[in-house]
């Protein structure tokens, strides 16, 4: 007998991927926040926040995902969006006008991941800092 092979799910399709996005915007205090009360309570809203994710990309899409397919979606789009982000601020620092602007979709996912997750942390400082407090 043949060992079984386990079955690749399809792709994300562009309206489960819109309804992740839209659905992370949504509770993006809860997912992302680290400061919602007690540890548990905390584990509890953000588990519940993403069951509601999923049961809106369920609403859309054609195949059923679990929650952790769709956290890991939900992270490689992050991921991508970075790098968009990250380019098109690269390409707009040269000089001779601004390159393309970002397509609706990749804004709101910066906007929900929020400008220092790209851009870092203005005016922090960079390098390590003695014991006495002198960089």
């Not at 995902?65 to 982000?85: D, H, L, P």
Request: aromatic fraction near 4%.
């Amino acid at each position: 007998m043949e060992p079984s092979k386990s079955k690749r799910n399809t792709h994300f399709s562009a309206n489960e991927i819109t309804a992740i996005v839209g659905g992370v915007s949504r509770r993006k205090s809860i997912i992302n926040g680290s400061l919602c009360g007690s540890t548990v309570t905390c584990s509890q809203k953000k588990k519940r926040a993403w069951e509601e994710v999923a049961d809106e990309v369920w609403a859309v899409g054609g195949s059923v995902r679990t929650v952790e397919e769709i956290k890991k979606k939900w992270s490689n789009i992050k991921v991508e969006s970075k790098k968009q982000g990250a380019l098109h601020r690269h390409e707009s620092n040269k000089t001779g006008g601004a390159p393309a602007a970002l397509d609706d979709e990749c804004q709101k996912i910066l906007a929900t991941i929020g400008d220092a997750a790209i851009y870092g942390i203005k005016g922090g400082l960079e390098g390590t800092i003695n014991c006495e407090g002198k960089v």
